[in-house]
Nanobody, 115 residues
Framework: QVELRESGGRLVQAGGSLRLSCTAS????????ARWFRQAPGKEREFVARINSKGDTTYADSVRGQFTISRENAKNTVYLQMNSLKPEDTAVYYC?????????WGQGTQVTVSS
């Protein structure tokens, strides 16, 4: 069983930056693909960014150039660097880890951007 824990979410002013972290209990963490999703109040959960085992990254159009996903395999951690934050970035941010058989989700971390 893989457990994920997100952290780093808080209240920040528009234009500010945050770095979210997601730490996993998984063995062979480096082999997993990691993704960040977010869910704003009253909206469906949406994809934000992805990084695979090779370090290749993919972003949603809405965050490309603003957010950066990275991973530090030695710490079993994936990061989401968020810059130039806007009120519309307010959401609960979730981390997902995937192998060929299963997906694992964290509990989420709240990011609130004030105008």
């Amino acid at each position: 069983q893989v457990e994920l824990r997100e952290s780093g979410g808080r209240l920040v002013q528009a234009g500010g930056s945050l770095r979210l972290s997601c730490t996993a209990s998984a063995r062979f963490f480096s082999t997993y693909t990691a993704r960040w999703f977010r869910q704003a109040p009253g909206k469906e959960r949406e994809f934000v960014a992805r990084i695979n085992s090779k370090g290749d990254t993919t972003y949603a159009d809405s965050v490309r150039g603003q957010f950066t996903i990275s991973r530090e395999n030695a710490k079993n951690t994936v990061y989401l660097q968020m810059n130039s934050l806007k009120p519309e970035d307010t959401a609960v941010y979730y981390c997902k880890l995937s192998d060929l058989q299963r997906d694992y989700w964290g509990q989420g971390t709240q990011v609130t951007v004030s105008s």
